[in-house]
């Protein structure tokens, strides 16, 4: 009952969001985070950008899930599958075909929408845990299937694929990691500002307004199957952008990368960054990337003990998640200055 009540949390307050939406914050938290992704390759060691790379992937993960999720209220416990088909996707492509990298970000996306459309047709008679349960039972066969003989010479079976991280275009004075983390960000951008129009557009609206009321949707008109399967898809193409950037960043695919564990790690990313936000996808990629290394760093016999501690305190503290957590602050902030200005 607590996890659907966190999962059904909806959208911030009007005065909250007329806070954050003052032209002075928006231009600030712009002017700063271009600063701060410009800099980053160029101050920090190879290591840390290719760690600060794997959690915008996951972010963009995360965001998949939340369009479906948090805008649609389906639930999934599924979406390792399409990371895994995206990055697999890829990874054929390139080691299989010689295919350019470039071209395997749009065909992985076709590839995951479809497998996601066509899996949210036959999910629509299912609602909640019945869905949940649903994507779980695809999450835990995917892997098995990428082991199988009868695709063992496109998968690479238990091996997996190795394949060689593509390195920076036009002579740019970058290497590999580098390269790869400009990359992921420009498609990281261009994954949001979608996202962002997506959610503000009548689309948006139509998928809100399936999640809060369906029955009231359809008696306006409102296709409730067709959008349902459609953000299936799109929840699923999202995904698999993410797996095929993650394929190109960690130079290797293998069934074994995409078990159940990480479709619970993009779920509580999910819950972690704020369900309904689209900014707070970014914490959610960073707490999945970072935190269960800050565990095993405490305890590596216990790191699941104090992986599930740092979780719980989160949510104590957080419990409309990182985004919300934000909304309040700036909220405040704005509040106080209106005060004192009388």
């Known amino acids: 009952m607590m996890l659907r009540r966190t999962i059904e949390t909806r959208g911030p307050p009007a ?3 007329a806070g954050m939406a003052t032209p002075a914050w928006r231009v600030i938290v712009f002017v700063l985070g271009i600063v701060v992704l410009a800099t980053i390759p160029f101050v920090l060691k190879n290591f840390y950008i290719f760690q600060i790379t794997l959690a915008v992937i996951y972010a963009i993960a995360i965001l998949g899930l939340n369009l ?4 649609n209220g389906q639930f999934s416990l599924g979406h390792s599958a399409f990371y895994a088909i995206g990055a697999y996707t890829a990874a054929i492509m390139m080691d299989g075909f010689d295919i ?4 395997t970000l749009p065909a992985a996306a076709m590839v995951c929408f479809v497998f996601g ?3 949210g047709l036959p999910a629509l008679r299912l609602e909640n845990i019945y869905l949940a349960l649903a994507t779980f039972a695809l999450a835990i066969a995917i892997p098995q299937v990428l082991k199988s003989s009868l695709v063992e010479h496109w998968t690479g079976g238990v091996q997996g694929i190795s394949i060689i991280k593509p390195d920076a275009p036009f002579g740019l004075p970058l290497n590999s990691d580098q390269w790869l983390y400009v990359y992921t960000i420009l498609v990281a951008v261009v994954m949001y500002v979608g996202a962002h129009n997506l959610v503000k557009s009548r689309t948006g609206r139509a998928l809100i307004a399936i999640r809060d009321h369906p029955i009231a949707a359809s008696a306006m008109g409102i296709n409730v199957s067709l959008y349902k399967s459609l953000t299936f898809g799109v929840s699923a193409l999202y995904t698999g952008v993410a797996g095929a950037l993650g394929a190109l960043a960690i130079s290797f695919v293998a069934p074994d990368s995409f078990t159940f564990q990480l479709a619970v790690a993009l779920f509580v990313g999910l819950v972690v960054g704020g369900v309904a936000s689209i900014s707070g996808t970014l914490f959610g990629g960073l707490f999945v990337l970072f935190v269960p290394n800050i565990a095993e760093h ?9 992986y599930g501690v740092i979780l719980l305190l989160v949510i104590y503290l957080m419990p409309t998640g990182a985004a919300g957590l934000v909304r309040l602050i700036v909220s405040r902030l704005v509040q106080q200055g209106r005060a004192s200005g009388r």
């Not at 479906?68 to 805008?71: I, K, M, N, Q, V």
């Not at 350019?100 to 071209?103: A, P």
């Not at 405490?298 to 104090?306: D, E, T, Y």
């Open 15 to 17: 005065a909250e969001v």
């Open 68 to 71: 479906l999720t948090g805008f």
């Open 100 to 103: 350019s990298y470039i071209w």
């Open 117 to 119: 459309f066509l899996f």
């Open 298 to 306: 405490f305890s590596k016999g216990l790191a699941g003990a104090v």
